[in-house]
């Protein structure tokens, strides 16, 4: 199994930018499609963004489509969505997760393995 642990959210203002970091240890990471997912108060998770094991396929929600780009270096063991233009409405705590599989999944029950997820607050 895969281990993820999430970091650089924070409180930021509308426009500004931010990058979050996922961090993998244990299997080979380059074994696992990757996905961001969000969830705010009151709704449910969804699915920011996912790319395949090697980082050339990505799925984009239409909510963050131009803003926010995911990718990885398996190298490092890491997986990343730098996201631009903040708006108010990305406040959420954001999630990485890994797919037992290397094609890319945009279902959220085909994903094992969560971190603890990372809060991103943008003010307006």
């Known amino acids: 199994q895969v281990q993820l642990v999430e970091s650089g959210g924070g409180l930021v203002q509308a426009g500004d930018s931010l990058r979050l970091s996922c961090a993998a240890s244990?299997?080979?990471?380059?074994?696992?499609?990757m996905g961001w997912f969000r969830q705010a108060p009151g709704k449910e998770r969804e699915l920011v963004a996912a790319t395949n094991w090697m980082g050339g396929s990505t799925y984009y929600a239409n909510a963050v489509k131009g803003r926010f780009t995911i990718f990885r270096d398996n190298h490092d063991n890491a997986l990343y969505l730098q996201m631009n233009s903040l708006k108010p409405e990305d406040t959420a705590v954001y999630y990485c997760?890994?797919?037992?599989?290397?094609?890319?999944?945009?279902?959220?029950?085909?994903?094992?393995?969560w971190g603890q997820g990372t809060q991103v607050t943008v003010s307006s």
């Open positions: 244990g299997r080979t990471f380059s074994r696992y499609a």
């Open positions: 997760a890994a797919a037992d599989r290397v094609t890319i999944t945009t279902t959220l029950s085909s994903y094992d393995y």
